[in-house]
């Protein structure tokens, strides 16, 4: 076995998904690579590493933020969801999922975590959007498969169920 | 079998062109898929490259010690390392000398770099901060060399050489009639010049994967790809049979062809290979704008000679491509160029002259559409300047020159199924209604309409072939093995539903293994829209097989003739009643009959390729359609809104129609990015594009719903008469965003990206339409 060299050695605990997770985080590493190599929660992923794709998009107490910007010490003691967090204990997919399933929201599905967490944080404010508003909020989670329409149809129609 | 054109009739399906969710949606959407950069293994390594900074250079020193005494660092590997470093392309109907053309290239460059970008050394690690560190004391000192950084420039005489041999890689030529005779008759010619752009994928998954040696000393490389069959690639780098080498495709985030050559297996191999220990390389989205290889660059020259009444009499096309650094499918991806370049439309006469050559810049090749979409932008907007210099219909003109069955291409192939460009330039005209009006002063609308052809299925030269294997468990659910790599287009999906359909089994109860190169069988890449021609026929082939095997032992058994049972989901129906399939199959074992069967696909034959283009056949069959484009010009700014899209194409028949739209709305969306914002942006070799943040594919503020409009003619070649849908919806926005915006402005861009200065160009140029 060869020398492995720790700088910081400082943990962060964090409630992810609502499991409490305490792991080492060097003082520069991201949330996004503390949630993926340290905690082991995968679904958020690495798309650009500079916060343009939306691809890590996760939940910090509520609130959208990409993952891959923030540095998880930043983040000491929050809430973090991601996209697995939305399934329930049983596998059975949320409301918001569901109509992500019926309208095709996903071809790759490489993007859909990070859609799906935007769209979380638009429907938490009760409002209702109208398509254009929709795509407008969704401007900085990137897709290169669907052309983005079935992940709209996906987001109007939870919006109405919602209501 | 691989001629017949086969078709169903609709009411008697049951799942096939059913809008069903995919069956891996649901995991994708749990967030729980596992894509290659995922996964982990206990003791795993860090591998990383480390890659040219300058474009053109020979490598004077190259020294690793210091990188490897930085802690944490397991191994620093050269050129020197790698069992056999050197890779060759055979270029087909090329010839140097003596022989075929094989290019060559490096896995890691010991001697010159030709690109910026070009992997030099490889690190491994234990951790990420150890291979960053590391990977900054690599020393490489090198000794600049000129830089060329254009075709022409390549390709002129006494010009730097990029590779020892020259710099023409390959050359195409079409001569179908009288070209001069045709053009001294002509009523009028058209002449224009367009230049497509370098295009990045662009998916969101970028390069990744892990490797290891499982129990029996097999490699393992599990992969975002398009193609498993490159383990044959890395047993060879290796230095090992291919049998010991597997490569496993998980569900791919995204390909588009950028992952149809090789991008981190070999490095992956020789890091384990060199470690013996389970090793992960992911690369950044800088490496993968930088250095992966891009679409190509086209220069196009197109003179047109037709009649009074629209008819073209004959092209006269020349097409220059930049082939970057290395070879990698250029040849080929220009080939696609030259035998689609002059569109859908009968033409008596055609001289087409392609070229392609090395510069320093990154290497190009596969990406949607494969040469055969940039070609689009010339021959539609020729057709579209036909019509005004004319004052014909634009439909119109393209109606009297539309391809029908049996006509020949240029080529010579002749189109051995219906055709339904006229009823897609129908469909998306009447969807489109009135022209919308500008929403303000100092703005412009402009419509029109793009056409195009695209091939489906590998050229036939190729001698493509494709397997499944389908059997039932003693339960009555189905396994479906065929190592097609599932790029997100539902490729596995739809082999699922084939099965379900022929042999009425419920698709809850089927499970797809795909993407894996030892334990599946081999179906061929995820490329050139064919998988659901080459793996979909298997699949449909085995499904029968199977079918007919269960159906004839009930028959021996009951003495029912064959023709008079069916199966159902109820079970196998005979006159006598009802078997259930558990029972039947209780009894296919009892009476030593396979309850599994392999179909083989094998895909039409042709003529050999030589650089003289000629032959029956070069590619299964064509896809057809037409989209129309709505677009508001801002006339101070130059900015583009396109405020309409309708697509429409003749897909032979809709497997799923949900996933068929979502390739046309997807493609559509990716030409629109093409024809208005994305550019990889080179000078003098050196890649400017290093991130998303500079590299602008489309938001979904920037582009508006696409309407697409599916015709079925069941006139493909696929399963159930199915034509492939992958690529073709590519390559009309190029042409239909910028023939709306010289519709709106009155003079046409011609060099792509469009971008908000070129608009202001031509607003200068031209003659506005709505202005008051």
Known sequence: MSTIERRDLATTTLTVNGRRVTREAGGHMTLLRWLRDEAGVVDPKYGCGEGVCGACTVLVDGEPASACIVLAAQCEGAEVTTAAGLTGDDGALSSLQESFHRHHAAQCGFCTPGMLMCASAMLADGRSRSRDEIREELHGNLCRCTGYQHIVDAIEDAQGARR | ?772
Not at chain 2, 213 to 231: K, L, P, S
Not at chain 2, 367 to 388: I, P, T
Not at chain 2, 512 to 523: K, M, Q, R, T, Y
Not at chain 2, 532 to 550: F, H, K, T
Request: hydrophobic share 40%.
């Open chain 2, 1 to 772: 079998m691989s001629d017949e054109i086969r078709t169903s009739k609709l009411d008697e399906l049951r799942v096939v062109h059913q809008p069903l969710a995919r069956h891996d949606a649901a995991e994708k959407i749990a967030g729980s898929t596992r894509f290659a950069g995922d996964l982990a293994y206990t003791g795993m390594l860090h591998a990383r490259l480390v890659r040219s900074v300058v474009p053109s250079a020979r490598l004077t020193r190259r020294d690793v010690t210091a990188a490897r005494q930085v802690p944490g660092v397991v191994a620093v590997l050269l050129g020197e390392d790698v069992p056999n470093n050197e890779i060759s392309v055979d270029v087909p109907g090329q010839t140097i000398a003596v022989g075929a053309l094989k290019a060559r290239m490096q896995i890691l460059a010991t001697e010159r770099v030709r690109f910026h970008g070009e992997p030099i050394a490889l690190v491994i690690a234990e951790t990420e901060d150890a291979l960053a560190e590391a990977c900054e004391a690599v020393e490489v000192e090198l000794e600049e060399l000129p830089v060329i950084s254009e075709p022409a420039q390549a390709l002129a005489e006494g010009a730097f050489e990029v590779h020892e041999g020259g710099n023409l890689l390959a050359e195409w030529r079409i001569d179908r009639g009288d070209v001069d005779d045709a053009f001294a008759r002509a009523d009028l010619v058209i002449e224009g010049e367009y230049t497509t752009q370098f295009v990045d994928h662009a998916y969101l998954e970028p390069e990744a994967g892990v490797a290891w040696y499982d129990d029996d000393g097999v490699m393992n490389i599990r992969v975002a790809t398009q193609v498993v069959e490159h383990f044959r690639d890395v047993a060879k780098i290796l230095g090992v049979p291919d049998s010991k080498v597997r490569v496993i495709a998980p569900y791919v985030g995204g390909g588009f062809g950028g992952k149809e050559d090789m991008t981190v297996e070999p490095y992956l191999a020789l890091a384990v290979a060199h470690t013996r220990r389970p090793v992960r390389m992911q690369w950044t989205r800088n490496e993968s704008l930088l250095a992966r290889a891009k679409r190509h660059r086209n220069q196009m020259t197109y003179r047109t000679a037709a009649r009074e009444d629209g008819a073209i009499l004959a092209q006269d096309i020349t097409i220059v491509s930049d082939a970057g650094a290395y070879a990698y499918l250029s040849a080929l991806v220009l080939l696609y160029s030259s035998v689609h370049a002059c569109g859908p439309y009968r033409v008596g006469a055609a001289r087409i002259r392609a070229t392609t050559a090395y510069t320093n810049n990154p290497p190009t090749s596969a990406f949607r559409g494969f040469g055969g979409m940039q070609v689009v932008l010339g021959y539609e907007s020729q057709m579209d300047e036909l019509a005004k210099r004319l004052h014909l219909d634009p439909g119109e003109v393209r109606k009297r020159n539309a391809l029908r069955r049996g006509d020949r291409l240029p080529v010579g192939q002749e189109i051995i199924t219906e055709v339904q460009l006229a009823e897609t330039i129908d469909a998306v005209r009447e969807r489109a209604g009135e022209r919308p009006e500008p929403s303000g002063p100092r703005r412009a609308v402009g419509r029109a309409i793009a056409s195009n052809m695209q091939s489906y299925g590998r050229l036939v030269w190729l001698n493509d072939s494709a397997a499944a294997w389908i059997g039932f468990q003693m339960d009555g659910s189905l396994t479906v093995r065929c190592a097609v790599p599932d790029i997100g287009g539902g490729q596995a999906s739809s082999l699922a539903q084939i099965a379900s359909e022929v042999l009425a089994a419920d698709m809850d109860r089927i499970t797809v293994h795909f993407g894996d190169s030892a334990l599946n069988p081999l179906a061929g890449t995820t490329t050139a829209t064919r998988q659901l021609l080459m793996s979909g026929n298997a699949a449909y082939e085995a499904a029968v097989m199977l079918r007919d095997q269960i159906l004839g032992a009930v028959a021996d058994e009951t003495g029912h003739p064959l023709e008079s049972l069916a199966i159902t989901p109820e079970g196998i129906t005979s006159p006598g009643g009802v078997t259930s399939l558990t029972d039947a199959l209780h009894l296919c074992r009892r009476r030593n009959v396979p309850i599994e069967a392999l179909g083989t696909f094998f895909g039409p034959k042709g003529t050999e390729v030589t650089r003289d283009l000629e032959g029956d056949r070069l590619f299964p069959d064509f896809t057809f359609g037409t989209h129309l484009a709505d677009v508001e010009v801002d006339l101070d700014t130059g900015q583009v809104t396109v405020l309409r899209y309708i697509a429409s194409h003749d897909v032979g028949r809709a497997i799923n129609p949900l996933s068929v739209e979502g390739q046309i709305a997807g493609a559509a969306v990716q030409g629109i990015g093409q024809a208005l914002l994305e550019e990889i942006v080179m000078q003098d070799g050196v890649n400017l594009t290093g991130g998303f943040f500079q590299y602008l594919i489309p938001t979904a503020m920037d582009v508006p719903d696409i309407e697409t409009i599916v015709l079925e003619s069941g006139e493909g070649l696929g399963p159930f008469g199915a034509r492939g849908i992958g690529e073709p919806p590519i390559g009309p926005p190029l042409a239909a965003i910028s023939s709306a915006i010289a519709d709106a402005v009155g003079a046409r861009p011609t060099t792509l990206p469009i971008t908000p200065e070129r608009v202001l160009e031509c607003v200068e140029r031209g003659v506005i339409r709505d202005e008051p």
